[in-house]
C-alpha cells in the first residue's frame, strides 16, 4: 500500500463500543503495520437528552428494554474488554448519560489544532473513567486544557457556538449516507464496517485491504 489508507470514524464519546472498537482497530493497525489517515466525525446517539442528562441503567432500559440484569451483564462484559485493551471502564451506580452536541463542537474546534484525536481519548477517559459531566461547558473547557489546549478559547467557543451549525452540517451528512448507530467505521471511502469488530475481525479487514491494493 503506497498511500496511507483512509479511515473515517463516525462516533459519539457516549458510546462504549466506540473506544472498544477503536482501540482493537489501533492494535490491528500497528500489528499489521498499515499506514492510515484517520478522521473523527460526530454522531449524537442522544440528541433529545435534556441537560440534567439520565442514569445509564435508566437509560438503556428506556431506549432497548434491557433489564438491570442484563446491563450489568454487559458492563462487566465491557468492562473486561477495556482492560485487554488498556481503558479504564469505572461504571457507577449513578453513572450518567449525556447530550454530546458541545462535545461535538469542542472536537470540531481542536481540529483546526490537529488535537482532535487527542481530545477524542481524553473524553471518553474523563466520562467513561471519571464519570465527569460531558454536557457541561466548564468541565469540557477544562478537559481541553488538561491535553495542552486554551482553556478560556475553548470555553469562548462553547459559549458562543461558532461551530454548532458546522457540526450539524457534518452530522446530517453522514446521517445522509445511511449511518444510524456507531461506532462506523469507513475504510478508504468505499468500505462500511459496524460495530466493534475485534482485534483479529480487524486485522482481517486490513489485510484484505492491503490485497486489494496490491
Known amino acids: 500500500m503506497t498511500d496511507p ?3 473515517d470514524i463516525v462516533s459519539d464519546v457516549m458510546c462504549p463500543w466506540c473506544i472498544i472498537g477503536y482501540r482493537q482497530l489501533a492494535i490491528a493497525l500497528a500489528a499489521t503495520g498499515t499506514p492510515h489517515d484517520l478522521h473523527w466525525h460526530p454522531f449524537e446517539l442522544n440528541p433529545q437528552m435534556p441537560p440534567e442528562g439520565q442514569n445509564g441503567f435508566e437509560h438503556i432500559a428506556e431506549k432497548y428494554g434491557s433489564t438491570r440484569a ?4 454487559s458492563r462487566d462484559r ?5 482492560t485487554e485493551l488498556g481503558f479504564d471502564f469505572r ?3 449513578d453513572f450518567r448519560m449525556h447530550n454530546t452536541f458541545n462535545a461535538h463542537q469542542l472536537l470540531h474546534w481542536a481540529d483546526a489544532q490537529g488535537r482532535k484525536h487527542d481530545l477524542k481519548m481524553a473524553l471518553f477517559s474523563a466520562h467513561f473513567t471519571d464519570g465527569r459531566d460531558l454536557s457541561d461547558v466548564t468541565v ?8 495542552g489546549l486554551d482553556r478560556s478559547e475553548a470555553l469562548t467557543v462553547l459559549e458562543d457556538q461558532r461551530f454548532a451549525d458546522d457540526v450539524r452540517k457534518v452530522e446530517s451528512f453522514w446521517i445522509k449516507q445511511g449511518i444510524q448507530g456507531v461506532p462506523a467505521m469507513i475504510f478508504d471511502r468505499q468500505h462500511l464496517v459496524t460495530g466493534a469488530q475485534g482485534v483479529e475481525g480487524y486485522t482481517n479487514i486490513l489485510n484484505q485491504l492491503t490485497k486489494e491494493t496490491l
Not at 465491557?78 to 477495556?82: H, K
Not at 469540557?140 to 488538561?146: Q, R
Request: net charge negative; aromatic share 4%; proline share 0%.
Open 91 to 93: 461504571w457507577t451506580d
Open 5 to 7: 489508507l483512509r479511515i
Open 70 to 73: 442484563q446491563s450489568e451483564d
Open 140 to 147: 469540557l473547557a477544562d478537559v481541553a486544557k488538561e491535553i
Open 78 to 82: 465491557m468492562t473486561a474488554l477495556g
